[in-house]
């Protein structure tokens, strides 16, 4: 079964927050690290830390989420965060990425 993610990414502790949704989340986050899109938000305000983010079984659902926490004030999207992750460490931190896939 294909999973979509709504994620959060950040620049620094209690920093800029971008949220966004994939349908694959380590690809996607690589891309936000290597700055892929050097014109995007998450580029401009350095956001490339994974600070967050939840499983959906379908797409519909999953951007229904991102675009309901879009429209949240701030606060409550901290509150979400720190539930999960007190210290905003970067969860990708320890995955394995293959930096030259997407290069190519």
Request: charged residues 30%; contains cysteine.
């Amino acid at each position: 079964m294909k999973l979509w993610f709504v994620y959060i990414m950040s620049n620094k502790h209690k920093g800029v927050i971008y949220i966004g949704v994939t349908d694959n989340l380590i690809e996607r986050v690589k891309e936000h690290k290597l700055k892929v899109y050097s014109n995007s938000f998450t580029a401009k305000y350095n956001c490339d830390k994974l600070i967050y983010f939840e499983e959906w079984e379908n797409g519909f659902d999953a951007t229904k989420r991102e675009k309901q926490l879009k429209k949240w004030k701030r606060d409550w999207k901290v509150n979400l965060i720190e539930d999960m992750n007190p210290t905003w460490l970067d969860v990708s931190l320890n995955w394995n990425f293959n930096f030259n896939k997407i290069r190519e």
